[in-house]
Each structure stands twice: as structure tokens, then as C-alpha cells.
């Protein structure tokens, strides 16, 4: 009995460690098969477009509370580097020949080419990349979207350099406070939004974004128009002409399901996306902090 019990604990002993041995061999093949890629952006914006009588159904630009790839942000930059996400060297771009032609073109303006390496994950876990680029709009006009900080502002020391000159001389110091104002000013992006890459059974992109484009409505101020038999000529010889400056926004909001190595469009009526996604072979992941992801903006 005692033998037959020693027996039985031994091959319970042996099928648990041939688990265990099985499920570490299983774990090292997940993480050993854990897929890195290359995500080219290129984002244009049509110069000529037709105007039609088509109605735009207002949309707000999407909100980042999640941790996101954020290029001018050093914290940002550090956290994801930590989670697996670089930037291919220069040599690594592919899309350059294109990006020459849409510079060149009269046709388009260029708004951004963007590239960034990131881990093949689900679209719950992966990081989304986040894009603000293009003309800056100030408080001068008007949105349906909050406006934010802007990315660069002017250093204290040219703000110093402007303000004490004009102290020296005791001249009042008009313009200290807008000045200052400049650096605190909110501003609206040309183009804002993101776009994520995720993988499931195969590749998927979601893009979430909006384009901002200046809109001058006359608003004509009826109420000199009242009462005229009571009024002179000269009362009602020009009425008052109000000019609102609003941005439109034009959403892109797709899913697509992508296909590595192939160049996809997303195409709008006001602006075009191209995304390539090249599969990446990956060494060990290192902090490595002199990895920066820096998005490229260029303008005609």
C-alpha cells in the first residue's frame, strides 16, 4: 500500500513538472513570437476642391485620455520606449519618393509624414499615435472643440530680451501683457487626431481624424434695417457687418483591415491618408532614451 502510494506521488510529481515545464516553454513561445512593425503615416491636404451644396455634420476631434505616442512630450517618449516603441532610422523611410511628388504638386499640401515602430499587440493594448500638425488657429476664431496649449512657445529669456529694453527707457510697457498672453494662448491645430494599428488574426488601422478649415460667415445686423420710416437715409446708409471666423471640421473616421507591405489610402474629399505597415524583426527590447519618435511636417 505504502509502495503504491509512493508510486502514484511520484507520477503526480512528474506530470505536474512536465506541466509546468510545458507551460514555460509555451510562455518563452508567445513572447519569442511577439510581432514588431513599421508604421508609415503620409497626411495631405487637396488644394482644389469642388464645393458642393453638401451639408457638414459638425464632429469634435477625439480625446486623449489614454497613455498615447506623444513625440513632444519627454515623459511620453520615455514611457513608451519602455513598452517597445522606437523609430526606424532614416534610412528606413520608404515613402520618401512619394512625399517628393506631394510636395511638389500644386495640387496638395503636405501635413504631415510620420513613422514610428511599435509591437503587434490587440487595439485594446496598443498604444494610438497621436497627430497635431499643420497651421495653428488662435483665439481669433471659433470651434465646436476646446482648444489646447500649444506645443512650442516662446522661452522666457526672449520674452526678457523684448520687456526690459523697453523698461530701461521708463516707457510704459504697452504690450508686456499680451506678451505674455502669447504664451498662454490656446490654439486649434490644422489637423488633429490619431490613429491606431492594432493585430488580431490579421492587421487593423483606426483612424480618427479632423481637419480644420477657416470659414468666414457675414452675419448682417437686421436691426438697422427696423423702424426705417422713422430714420434718415443717412441712418441706414450702411447696415452692420459682423464677421465670425469658425473652423469646419471634416472627420475621417474608418476601420480598415490592412494588409502588410501594401501602401493603403483612406481618401476624403478634403484630405488623403496613405499608411504602410512593414513587418519588423525585432531585437531585445532596451531603454534606450536617445530613441526619439519625431513625426515630419512639411509644408509647401
Do not use: C
Amino acid at each position: 500500500m505504502l509502495l503504491k502510494l509512493i508510486r502514484q506521488s511520484t507520477l503526480f510529481l512528474l506530470s505536474l513538472f512536465a506541466f509546468h515545464l510545458s507551460y514555460a516553454e509555451q510562455h518563452k513561445e508567445v513572447e519569442k513570437e511577439l510581432k514588431y512593425y513599421d508604421v508609415e503615416v503620409v497626411i495631405f491636404k487637396n488644394i482644389n476642391v469642388l464645393k458642393g451644396p453638401e451639408q457638414i455634420k459638425p464632429r469634435q476631434a477625439p480625446d486623449f485620455l489614454d497613455l498615447y505616442i506623444n513625440s513632444t512630450d519627454t515623459d511620453s517618449i520615455q514611457r513608451i520606449i519602455e513598452l517597445g516603441y522606437s523609430t526606424p532610422t532614416e534610412d528606413e523611410y520608404r515613402l520618401l519618393e512619394i512625399v517628393e511628388k506631394i510636395s511638389r504638386s500644386s495640387r496638395y499640401k503636405l501635413l504631415t509624414h510620420s513613422i514610428w515602430r511599435q509591437p503587434g499587440l490587440a487595439k485594446e493594448e496598443v498604444l494610438p499615435f497621436h497627430i497635431q500638425v499643420g497651421e495653428t488657429y488662435g483665439s481669433e476664431y471659433s470651434s465646436i472643440d476646446p482648444a489646447i496649449e500649444p506645443i512650442e512657445e516662446p522661452l522666457i529669456e526672449e520674452l526678457t530680451e523684448v520687456i526690459e529694453p523697453v523698461q530701461k527707457l521708463n516707457v510704459p510697457v504697452e504690450n508686456e501683457q499680451q506678451t505674455t498672453e502669447f504664451v498662454t494662448n490656446k490654439i486649434w491645430y490644422e489637423l488633429e487626431g490619431k490613429i491606431t494599428i492594432g493585430l488580431s488574426r490579421y492587421l487593423h488601422a483606426y483612424v480618427d481624424l479632423v481637419l480644420r478649415i477657416p470659414q468666414t460667415s457675414q452675419v448682417v445686423n437686421q436691426i438697422s434695417f427696423q423702424n426705417t420710416a422713422n430714420k434718415t437715409t443717412q441712418d441706414i446708409e450702411e447696415p452692420l457687418d459682423f464677421s465670425t471666423r469658425i473652423l469646419n471640421n471634416f472627420a475621417l473616421q474608418e476601420h480598415r483591415r490592412m494588409r502588410s507591405k501594401t501602401l493603403h489610402y483612406l481618401d476624403h474629399p478634403e484630405f488623403g491618408v496613405l499608411i504602410l505597415i512593414t513587418p519588423y524583426e525585432a531585437p531585445q527590447i532596451e531603454s534606450d532614451t536617445s530613441s526619439v519618435i519625431t513625426p515630419i511636417v512639411i509644408q509647401n
